[in-house]
T-cell receptor, first 112, second 117 residues
């Protein structure tokens, strides 16, 4: 069974630029999560989707971050404009509704 | 809001020995799940073990076992017969079991485990 796919694995940008990350969840998983993991910390939820709808985006900095999940499958997380403090690993996870979360390999973002 | 605390930033264990990683949490809920995740340098989070709060019996998965103390809000992970491949960051995580709520994981700050020969 294929796992959660993410791309790119690494991204380096300058501050004020924009960047987008892509996630393809495990087939059949209705719930998709984006977590931000800053160096030395545990992951923190940015946004949770169930099918097409947003369940929780309370910790998403909406002035610069946006996310969408078209057709309830793939998802894209965008940052515009990026700040230095956005340097982190962005993890995507998916699950059946309220089931075990399976994580992708993450995207490491460096903002210079 | 729930919080998860891991007070050991780093731990070291010799191969074949036993090590215990500590985790405490704070919640006002009575029904929840607790997890230990392993994150190797490849960054991919891997579930090690889970515990349902309503179960008194401690969970066990091969060389991994937990000591769940609900009243003390403590959830430690014991790794027996440590292997070089166990070296990684270990995260303790909490998830509410309430229906109708978001099912996010709340993570601690992690413990880096080194395994030496």
């Amino acid at each position: 069974e294929a796992g959660v796919a993410q791309s790119p694995r690494y991204k380096i940008i300058e501050k004020r630029q924009s960047v987008a990350f892509w996630c393809n969840p495990i087939s059949g998983h209705a719930t998709l999560y984006w977590y931000q993991q800053i160096l030395g910390q545990g992951p923190k939820l940015l946004i949770q989707f169930q099918n097409n709808g947003v369940v929780d985006d309370s910790q998403l900095p909406k002035d610069r971050f946006s996310a969408e999940r078209l057709k309830g499958v793939d998802s894209t997380l965008k940052i515009q404009p990026a700040k230095l403090e956005d340097s982190a690993v962005y993890l995507c996870a998916s699950s059946f509704i309220r089931g075990e979360q399976f994580f992708g390999p993450g995207t490491r973002l460096t903002v210079l | 809001a729930q919080t998860v605390t891991q007070s050991q930033p780093e731990m070291s264990v010799q191969e074949a020995e036993t090590v215990t990683l500590s985790c405490t949490y704070d919640t006002s809920e009575s029904d929840y799940y607790l997890f230990w995740y392993k994150q190797p340098p490849s960054r991919q989070m891997i579930l090690v073990i889970r515990q349902e709060a309503y179960k008194q019996q401690n969970a066990t998965e091969n060389r991994f076992s937990v000591n769940f103390q609900k009243a003390a809000k403590s959830f430690s992970l014991k790794i027996s017969d440590s292997q070089l491949g166990d070296a990684a960051m270990y995260f303790c995580a909490y998830r509410s079991a309430l229906t109708g709520t978001a099912s996010k994981l709340t993570f601690g700050t992690g413990t880096r485990l080194q395994v030496t020969l």
